[in-house]
Each structure stands twice: as structure tokens, then as C-alpha cells.
């Protein structure tokens, strides 16, 4: 999947991997959702994450949460509170820990409960996006930003290029298991 580099692309490319992690997660067996992931025996998987999620509810709330960083980043900025993306006390450089307290926060949280977020959050998240103009998304200096990307590149991650993360873990989950 090429990075979109356009308003028209980050829209399709956050619907279509939107739509395969779906499709994908409701093709999953009973063994594959109530086995947790287990990819300890891969040195390739040294990451935190692949520790750190144990499911698929696991893979959905962290995606709900990066869904609210952005709701709440674009909210403070309209309001003229130009803040990190990554919320205090964490940094890009410990935004591993900010996960953690994510996975942490929903292990209460049923499946479907986390399912039904998840589709909620990635409808107002793209909506969102759809707001903005091709130029505010993807030209430097027109939307403020605390650093030197473009508004879209947040888009990006928080969607498309997340959604690919989880379908991939989920993909290798499947695997561990065949």
C-alpha cells in the first residue's frame, strides 16, 4: 500500500483497510479469537507490541485510543491549544508507555464493546479528515502543527497505516497457529 499523499487517497486507503481488517477479523476462527497471540518465539518480533496485545480486543482498543489522540489533537488545536500529538507525560520517544497504559486501561473491556468503539471512533476520525481541504492536509505551514509534517501524515498513521499494523499482527497470529 503506497502512502497517500492526497486527500482523495488517504480517504480510500483508510476505508479499504478499514474494510480488510474487518473482513479479516470476521473470518477469524473460535480458536484463533480465544488463543491468545504468542509470538515469543520469533526473534524477527522484538517490538513491545507484539508482547503487549494478547487479542483482538487488545488490537482494537489500541486503535480506538490513537483514534482519540487525534480526535483530541484536532479539537485542542481548533481551539488554538496547539499541543503534541502525543499527550504529556509521554514523548515520541515514550509513546511505548502511553501503549501500555492503553492496554492496561481496556482489559475489562469486552470484545464487543471494543468492536463497537472502534467502528464509532473510525467514522469520526474520518469524517474528520473529509473536513479538511487537500491543501490543509497535505501542504506544509497551512494547517499549525508542533512539528514539520503535514496534518494528512497524522491521518495516515492513525488509519490506514495502523489498520495495516493490526492486520499484519493478526495475519501472523493465524500463522503461529496453523
Same mark, same amino acid.
Request: charged share 30%.
Given at each position: ?72 489533537? $484536532? +479539537?485542542?488545536?481548533? *481551539?488554538?491549544?496547539? %499541543? &503534541? ?6 514523548t515520541?520517544?515514550?509513546?511505548? !508507555? ?12 469486552? $470484545? +464487543?464493546?471494543?468492536? *463497537?468503539?472502534?467502528? %464509532? &471512533? ?11 481541504? !487537500? ?27 495502523h ?16
Open positions: 500500500m503506497p502512502r497517500p499523499r492526497n486527500k482523495t487517497d488517504l480517504i480510500k486507503a483508510a476505508n479499504e483497510q478499514y474494510d480488510k481488517l474487518l473482513e479479516f477479523t470476521n473470518s477469524m476462527s473460535e480458536t484463533e479469537l480465544n488463543t491468545d497471540f504468542d509470538f515469543s518465539n520469533d526473534p524477527k518480533k522484538k517490538e513491545r507490541h507484539w508482547g503487549r496485545d494478547k487479542n483482538l480486543r487488545d488490537i482494537f482498543v489500541h486503535l480506538y485510543e490513537w483514534h482519540q489522540l487525534m480526535l483530541r489533537f $484536532l +479539537e485542542n488545536n481548533a *481551539k488554538g491549544d496547539y %499541543k &503534541s500529538f502525543i499527550p504529556e507525560p509521554y515520541w520517544k515514550t509513546y511505548g !508507555e502511553m501503549n501500555q497504559a492503553f492496554y492496561e486501561k481496556h482489559q475489562q473491556t469486552s $470484545l +464487543e464493546e471494543a468492536r *463497537k468503539m472502534l467502528e %464509532k &471512533s473510525h467514522k469520526e476520525v474520518l469524517a474528520k479528515a473529509m473536513q479538511f481541504s !487537500e491543501a490543509e492536509l497535505f501542504e506544509k505551514g497551512v494547517y499549525k502543527l508542533d512539528g514539520t509534517s503535514v496534518l494528512g501524515s497524522y491521518f495516515v498513521s492513525v488509519m490506514p497505516s489498520y495495516d499494523w493490526a492486520l499484519k499482527k493478526l495475519k501472523a497470529h493465524r500463522k503461529n497457529l496453523s
